[in-house]
């Protein structure tokens, strides 16, 4: 079993940034691929970025590359996510994911069966 808390969000105003943390429990972590995936108001997950079990493989969706980074230290059980050059549309709640099945990167939300409760990123103009 594995729980995960992100933490890090908040508000900031565009071409701000913040960094996004994820701690999870369970010695096994750092065998797992983690990602993260974000949900706007009114609209679908979306995936945002993942990262393979040692960090040495990840790769972000379109709208946030160059932008945001995946990174992780697996002595502490932590994944990051840092935000640069926030944009309004980047507002959303932002989630953690990581799969005990697989420690390669995917973007696809099916693959992860572990998340966390979210938190939330606001981006004023």
């Known amino acids: 079993q594995v729980q995960l808390v992100e933490s890090g969000g908040g508000l900031v105003q565009a071409g701000g940034s913040l960094r996004l943390s994820c701690a999870a429990s369970g010695r096994t972590f750092n065998s797992y691929a983690a990602a993260w995936f974000r949900r706007a108001p009114g609209k679908e997950r979306e995936f945002v970025a993942t990262?393979?079990?040692?960090?040495?493989?990840?790769y972000s969706a379109d709208s946030v590359k160059g932008r945001f980074t995946i990174s992780r230290d697996n002595a502490k059980n932590t994944v990051y996510l840092q935000m640069n050059s926030l944009k309004p549309e980047d507002t959303a709640d932002y989630y953690c994911?990581?799969?005990?099945?697989?420690?390669?990167?995917?973007?696809?939300?099916?693959?992860?069966?572990?998340w966390g409760q979210g938190t939330q990123v606001t981006v004023s103009s």
């Open positions: 994911a990581t799969s005990s099945r697989s420690g390669s990167t995917t973007d696809d939300p099916t693959n992860y069966n572990y």
């Open positions: 990262i393979n079990w040692n960090g040495r493989i990840r």
